[in-house]
């Protein structure tokens, strides 16, 4: 028999009762039973009950083993009786009646618990990684992130891309984060950089005649932590194509992310086909290039019914600013002065004033056109209630609520109400101004108003494209315009695109996949022509010879004959968090650090030697000091 095992902890069934079987893993909890202990022993694989009696040989051993010992046992493979077997463990038909154990390794006090589920102070968790990783949910979290990587590869493989491996001590590019810099020992003052992405070096691979390439492709930023982003590093799924366009490269890699989806939902309905919205009808629907579709709440233009109504405050913005709008976020069942209060509160706690709003609900009884005409036909003051008598027979019975649907009056609320589709007991949130300034924030209420009122559809996975995303934005800080994306995509009309009169409305042949609300994959076509890229980079104030300076690798290879080229990145850790249900991405990492960008576990980043400085050339010069 092996030294440590015939078994692992999850293989005996009832068909090896009978049996003498060894088994070695971790002492799960120990019961003690009046005398009778009962040992769950687990291992990478699953768990087993182990029980010992007074009369086993091993009883003495037995009774000195603690949480988290390693042991091993070897004992007779028994059925457990009707009452006692455990249904939910694959294992739970049997125990092994123990006749010889060893103690392997013993453990100290342990600073957390194993056993369960607890929430644990995250700063101790990381220091014991080692330990936190023998958590059911984190270790079966970890196993699914291999299965799911490789799904990836033989799905990438089947629909014929050849995985490459590019460099990791590469050269500084502009990715949009800060490089982390390596000194170099052998060549004074120069450093390398980690790479934000292999993005070069894979326009490099079509150049070089290779057709479609991919790598699970590690990344490292400079940048400071995030909630959908771990510090430091991160992995993705990264790939390129030659001779594609667009519309290519969206179709060969939606159903290799729909498949992976599809192998790892567990049930869970994942979208047929992916939407594909442009970018500016993501903003105006959603608030957001990263909408959750599970919500169903798609927001409205209404500028035209406060357009001279008597809710000033819309209406002078309307009136004083062309480029103004009112949008409106329809909230089906949302229709109580409760709810609609909640978000006003919501909003005032987001640092807005407030968040106007109209509900509707069952038409009180009211005057009527004839009751109204026949009370004083002369009065000029009855003229109001006249129309809103007229409006109120011509409503279905609905009817607004709230300070807006007061000023503005019944018709005007009427309209808006037939526009949205809405009816009795439903609400609509209105944000108005510059949509450039308040999408963002008409979004989160969006989002607010669809978990409070339960209208996300939590199990299913919605993907879908985001395409046709600006080329440039306007960097408000420098004063200047800046790439909006990524700078070595293709503009959209190629050099007569870049000689347009308004570079901030040119559009890009980029794209995103989104899902549940994340982005989990961004690409573009390329831009393979040194003409266009030289103009593309002049916008934002490189000249031919920086451009030349800093990417020449890939300037230089687009003398040389560069195929139309085009790919994606597919951000793993994001992938596996969403199709695990994890809430956080340390959950599905195996060695992450903390929000300060710290391994508590390895204790970096630390301080050099001064004999490694010295052999880099470098010196430590201390932050000035604060006063």
Not at 136 to 143: A, C, G, Q
Not at 267 to 286: E, M, N, Q, T
Not at 501 to 510: C, E, F, I, R, S
């Amino acid at each position: 028999m092996h030294r440590y095992r015939s078994h692992n902890c999850a293989q005996l069934r009832k068909t090896e009762v009978g049996q003498t079987v060894r088994l070695s893993g971790w002492v799960h909890r120990v019961r003690d039973h009046g005398g009778l202990l009962f040992i769950d022993l687990r291992d990478h694989y699953g768990l087993t009950q182990v029980v010992a009696d007074p009369d086993s040989p091993c009883f003495k051993i037995a009774e000195t083993v603690r949480g988290e010992w390693v042991i091993r046992v070897d004992g007779e493979v028994k059925a457990r009786t009707q009452e006692t077997v455990n249904a939910n463990l694959p294992t739970g038909e049997i125990e092994i009646f123990a006749r010889d154990m060893e103690v392997l390794s013993a453990s100290k006090e342990l600073p957390l618990p194993v056993f369960g589920e607890p929430d644990y102070p995250e700063d101790i968790r990381l220091k014991y990684r080692f330990l936190d990783l023998r958590r059911e949910s984190l270790h079966k979290n970890i196993v699914q992130r291999t299965k799911i990587i490789a799904e990836m590869r033989r799905l990438m493989g089947e629909t014929g891309f050849t995985e490459f491996s590019t460099p990791i001590l590469t050269a500084s590019s502009p990715e949009g984060a800060r490089d982390f810099l390596v000194p170099s020992r052998l060549h004074e003052g120069k450093f390398y950089a980690l790479p934000q992405a292999p993005q070069i070096y894979k326009q490099l691979i079509m150049v070089s005649g290779f057709d479609r390439y991919f790598q699970i492709a590690p990344c490292f930023r400079d940048e400071d932590p995030r909630a959908d982003r771990l510090p430091g590093e991160f992995y993705q799924l990264d790939l390129e194509m030659s001779f594609v366009e667009q519309e290519d490269v969206l179709s060969t890699m939606e159903p290799v992310m729909r498949g992976v989806f599809e192998a790892f939902a567990e049930g869970k309905p994942v979208s047929p086909s992916f939407r594909r919205i442009a970018y500016d009808d993501a903003i105006r629907l959603y608030g957001s290039d990263k909408p959750d579709l599970r919500n169903p709440i798609e927001m409205a233009d209404v500028s035209e019914h406060f357009r001279g109504s008597g809710f000033k405050v819309f209406a002078n913005i309307l009136a004083n600013d062309p480029e103004a709008q009112v949008w409106a976020i329809p909230a089906k069942t949302g229709g109580s002065r409760a709810f609609c209060d909640r978000m006003n509160s919501w909003a005032q706690g987001e640092g807005q004033p407030g968040l106007g709003y109209i509900f509707w609900r069952e038409m009180e009884s009211g005057p009527s056109f004839s009751d109204a005409h026949d009370s004083d036909q002369g009065n000029p003051d009855r003229i109001d209630d006249m129309i809103n008598a007229v409006a109120r027979e011509n409503v279905g019975g609905n009817e607004g609520a709230g300070p807006i649907a007061k000023n503005i009056g019944v018709e005007r609320t009427e309209a808006i109400r037939q526009q949205l589709g809405l009816e009795a007991g439903d609400a609509c949130f209105f944000a108005a101004g510059n949509p450039k300034k308040f999408a963002s924030f008409a979004g989160a209420a969006r989002t607010r108003a669809g978990e409070e009122l339960n209208l996300v559809d939590r199990e299913r996975f919605e993907l879908c494209w985001i395409v046709d995303f600006p080329f440039y934005e306007w960097d408000e800080d420098e004063k200047k315009i800046e790439f909006a994306h990524n700078p070595f995509s293709m503009p959209q009309g190629g050099m007569d695109g870049l000689q347009g009169d308004d570079p901030l409305a040119l559009k890009a042949y980029q794209y995103d996949l989104v899902c549940n609300g994340f982005e989990i994959a961004s690409g573009g076509i390329r831009n393979h022509l040194p003409d266009v890229m030289v103009k593309a980079f002049e916008k934002v104030g490189f000249d031919a010879a920086t451009v030349e300076e800093r990417f020449g690798g890939l300037y230089r290879a687009f003398q040389y004959g560069a195929p139309p080229h085009g790919g994606m990145a597919a951000g793993i850790d994001r992938i596996v968090m969403l199709l695990v249900g994890a809430k956080n991405l340390r959950e599905v990492t195996m060695f992450p650090m903390n929000q300060q960008a710290q391994d508590l576990l390895m204790s970096a980043p630390a301080e050099a030697s001064p004999q490694q400085l010295r052999e880099l050339h470098l010196r430590v010069a201390p932050s000035a000091k604060k006063d």
